[in-house]
C-alpha cells in the first residue's frame, strides 16, 4: 500500500506541476491503480479508496484553479 500510495503522490506532484496533462496524470493513476488491485488485500481496502478519493481531490481542484485562472487571462 505503502508503494502505491507514494507512486500516486509523485503522479499528482507532477501534475500540479504542470509536468503531466490531465489525461497523462488520470492515465498513471489508473496503472498505478491496476497494478496495485492484484496485491491488494482486504485490509488495505479503506486506506486505498482514501488515497484515491484524496488524489481525486486534488486533481480536481487544481481543474478548477487552472479554468479560473483562464478565464481570468481571457
Given amino acids: 500500500?505503502?508503494?502505491?500510495e507514494r507512486e500516486t503522490t509523485e503522479v499528482v506532484?507532477?501534475?500540479l506541476a504542470d509536468r503531466l496533462s490531465l489525461t497523462a496524470c488520470i492515465a498513471a493513476l489508473d496503472s498505478a491503480l491496476e497494478d496495485f488491485?492484484?496485491?491488494?488485500?482486504p485490509e488495505?481496502?479503506?486506506?486505498?479508496?482514501?488515497?484515491?478519493l484524496?488524489?481525486?481531490e486534488v486533481v480536481m481542484n487544481?481543474?478548477?484553479r487552472r479554468l479560473e485562472e483562464r478565464k481570468v487571462v481571457s
Fill in 62 to 64: 487544481e481543474m478548477a
Fill in 13 to 15: 506532484k507532477l501534475f
Fill in 44 to 52: 488495505d481496502a479503506t486506506r486505498l479508496r482514501i488515497v484515491m
Fill in 1 to 4: 500500500m505503502e508503494v502505491h
Fill in 37 to 41: 488491485i492484484p496485491k491488494l488485500k
Fill in 54 to 56: 484524496s488524489n481525486n
